[in-house]
């Protein structure tokens, strides 16, 4: 019996509640699930991405879920993808204002590779505002950020912040 994969890429910087909200959904289709960190987002990360991939390693484990493997990678996502042999993209949808931006990655994804298919989950009505950079800059600022992030996570961004 086939086993079915798929890759949930993205920058993680940190993950969130959110991201982990569609992890679980996606693990109850997929038997196996990599998270592949993206070594240079568009952005300019705050933590690096041996960092990223350490934090995310921590935060699953602490939510139960340390059957989820997780990488980093740099370059092409498609060819990421091919490498790891997984039949699925998968990816999170909050609001409206992300489907112009996911729209246009599948499709570019797709075109590129017809075989591997984009699938999207919805996250949980109570994740649909919440995005990393909204953490980074809440704990930056000194609030507390307990019901957006694992505890883990939360102790990496306040050593973050308190190094400098
Ligand atoms: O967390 P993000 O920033 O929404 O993730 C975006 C990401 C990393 C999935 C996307 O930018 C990506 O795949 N980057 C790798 C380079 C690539 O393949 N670009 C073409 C995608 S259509």
């Known amino acids: 019996m086939p ?13 969130t509640y959110g991201h982990i909200d569609i992890i679980r959904r996606a ?3 997929f038997d196996r699930l990599i998270i592949a960190i993206v070594a240079n987002p568009n952005k300019t990360p705050l933590f690096s ?11 699953l484990v602490e939510e139960g879920l340390p059957c989820v493997e997780v ?31 996911e729209f246009q990655m599948a499709l570019t994804n797709r075109d590129l590779d017809p075989a591997i298919e984009t699938v999207f ?5 109570r994740y649909s505002f919440l995005s990393s950079s909204m953490v980074k800059e809440v704990k930056r600022l000194g609030g507390g950020v307990s019901s957006f992030v ?11 912040f308190t190094a400098g």
């Open 27 to 29: 693990k109850k289709l």
């Open 49 to 59: 991405a041996s960092e990223r991939v350490a934090i995310t390693q921590k935060a």
């Open 121 to 125: 989950f919805m996250t949980a009505g």
């Open 3 to 15: 086993i079915a994969s798929a890759i949930y890429p993205g920058s993680f910087d940190p993950i």
């Open 150 to 160: 694992p505890k883990s996570v939360e102790e990496a961004l306040a050593r973050k």
């Open 71 to 101: 990488t980093s990678y740099a370059g092409l996502l498609i060819e990421v993808a091919k490498e790891m042999s997984v039949e699925a993209i998968v990816r999170g949808l909050r609001a409206n204002s992300d489907f112009d931006y």
